[in-house]
């Protein structure tokens, strides 16, 4: 049974105005980002991928999708166009043949280093608005909500899936 959803209007606004606070800042970082790995010829999913790489150790394409909350299909086609780039390779798991490995290239590296390294100084430009104490603050404070939302999302995800065993077993 679903829980009981209060109506919108007797919900006082204010507990509103973090969301939309955080979607907001979401919206302004992504803009911000997208200027900077525009001068890669780059977009948000390639570098998330990207970042996750390195050369000497690869990482399977579904441990890609689960870190990043992406579809099977999606990483595949991000992987296609870093591939097209020289920027990475599949390489065959030598003890499952089913799964492949990604791994940055010799190239892939010198980009990520060089991507990376003017993705944070946007990130360092972005925070200076806050001084070093209300940087940890807010740290500490996101760390919580993501803490929360995670363990929501398994809590729902674990009750989901005990719920379609259980019906499935009534036979």
């Known amino acids: 049974m679903p829980p009981e959803i209060k109506n919108p209007y007797t919900i006082n606004p204010s507990s509103y105005r973090p969301y939309h606070l955080i979607h907001e800042i979401y919206v302004l970082s992504d803009a911000c980002d997208r200027q900077v790995l525009d001068q890669f010829s780059m977009n948000n999913s390639q570098y998330r991928v990207f970042a996750l790489l390195h050369q000497d150790q690869g990482q399977r394409m579904t441990t890609l ?3 990043l909350m992406l579809s099977k299909s999606t990483i595949t086609r991000i992987v296609d166009q870093l591939e097209e780039r020289d920027w990475v390779k599949r390489m065959n798991d030598p003890n499952d043949r089913r799964a492949q490995y ?3 290239t010799a190239n892939g590296d010198f980009q990520r ?3 990376t390294a003017a993705h944070l100084q946007s990130l360092v430009e972005r925070m200076d608005c806050l001084n070093h104490t209300e940087q940890t603050q807010l740290e500490l404070l996101l760390d919580k909500l ?3 939302l995670r ?3 398994e809590t ?3 009750n989901g899936a005990a719920a379609d065993t259980s019906a499935g077993s009534t036979a």
């Open 65 to 67: 999708g689960e870190k």
């Open 151 to 153: 363990s929501k999302i």
């Open 146 to 148: 993501s803490s929360g």
């Open 102 to 104: 990604v791994v940055l």
């Open 156 to 158: 729902e995800n674990s």
């Open 113 to 115: 280093k060089e991507i």
